[in-house]
Nanobody
């Protein structure tokens, strides 16, 4: 059973940086897609970034491209989301998600993942 635990959320001023971590438990070396989603109050959930654990190919939404970077550690048990040049509109609850899918589905943004973490709040003040 795959379990995901996020950490690293918090409050920051606009222009600042935060790094989120997603620890993946139950991962047994199989290739999987790990993604970060976010949801702000009153808004739809948005897929922010994905990484395919074999080959580390990535996907970014247009709203974060060039500012956010998704990466993984060498053991492929932790996925990071480095968020730079944060804006107030980045304020949301960020959740880590994962699934065993093809590279193509991962690079397309991973819709309807099977596994979810509890989420961590990111608040960016003007």
């Amino acid at each position: 059973q795959v379990q995901l635990v996020e950490s690293g959320g918090g409050s920051v001023q606009a222009g600042g940086s935060l790094r989120l971590s997603c620890r993946v438990y139950g991962y047994r070396g199989s290739t999987m897609c790990v993604a970060w989603f976010r949801q702000a109050p009153g808004k739809e959930r948005e897929g922010v970034a994905t990484i395919y654990t074999t080959g580390a190919s990535t996907y970014y939404s247009d709203s974060v491209k060039g500012r956010f970077t998704i990466s993984q550690d060498n053991a492929k048990t932790t996925v990071y989301l480095q968020m730079n040049s944060l804006k107030p509109e980045d304020t949301a609850k960020y959740s880590c998600a994962a699934d065993f899918v093809t590279r193509a589905r991962c690079e397309a943004g991973l819709s309807r993942p099977s596994y979810w973490g509890q989420g961590t709040q990111v608040t960016v003040s003007a």
